[in-house]
Every structure is written in structure tokens, then in C-alpha cells.
Nanobody
Framework: QVHLVESGGGLVQAGGSLRLSCAASGRTFSTYAVGWFRQAPGKEREFVTATTGSGFRTYYADSVKGRFTISRDNAQNMAYLQMNSLKPEDTAVYFC??????????????WGQGTQVTVSS
């Protein structure tokens, strides 16, 4: 069982940066793949990025490639999403997820409650 809590969202101007954090409970966090997803109003939840338990392999949606970076600190049971060069279309609720399989689909077993990111133009 893993409990996830996101933080770090907020309001930022276009071109700015934010760093989201995902705090995880449980002693087996390092065995789980971690993904970040986002959901804008009226839209489906979409994949942003994911990384393996070790953090050595990462995958990104084309829309964020080169601007966002996923990382994790298994010693601290934390995962992060560094978001640079933010655009208004990045506005969404961002969710952290953990599961046994690294995937871009929404099949992760554990989800946080989400944190709002708003990018003004």
C-alpha cells in the first residue's frame, strides 16, 4: 500500500517554472514506477511523464519533452516534477501515481489527490 500526496502547485506566468513534489508513504516506494498525469477542465486525464523504480529510465509525453523533468529520491520517498517554460496549455490538476508497471496508461494502482497548476498568459 502506498499513499501519495502532491504539493507545489500554484499560479505562474507563462515562461515560468514550478516544481511539484510527491510524498509517498510505505517502505517499498523504490519498487514502484512513478508517473505524473494531468487533467484540464473538461478533458481526460493525460500522461505527462513516468520513471522506473530506480529512476534510471524516464518517458515523456511529446507535449512536455524538453521542458519537464521527472526525478525521484527513494531515500526520502519522494518524486518530483520540474516544469520549465510553462505554457497556458499546461494548466491542469497534476496527479502523482505509483504502480508495479511503468506505463503511460492510467492503470497505476495508487494515486494522489492532485495539485492545481495554473499558467497565465
Amino acid at each position: 500500500q502506498v499513499h501519495l500526496v502532491e504539493s507545489g502547485g500554484g499560479l505562474v506566468q507563462a515562461g515560468g517554472s514550478l516544481r511539484l513534489s510527491c510524498a509517498a508513504s510505505g517502505r517499498t516506494f523504490s519498487t514502484y514506477a512513478v508517473g505524473w498525469f494531468r487533467q484540464a477542465p473538461g478533458k481526460e486525464r493525460e500522461f505527462v511523464t513516468a520513471t522506473t523504480g530506480s529512476g534510471f529510465r524516464t518517458y515523456y509525453a511529446d507535449s512536455v519533452k524538453g521542458r519537464f523533468t521527472i526525478s525521484r529520491d527513494n531515500a526520502q520517498n519522494m518524486a518530483y516534477l520540474q516544469m520549465n517554460s510553462l505554457k497556458p496549455e499546461d494548466t491542469a490538476v497534476y496527479f502523482c501515481a505509483a504502480g508495479n508497471v511503468l506505463t503511460s496508461t492510467r492503470t497505476y494502482a495508487y494515486w494522489g489527490q492532485g495539485t492545481q497548476v495554473t499558467v497565465s498568459s
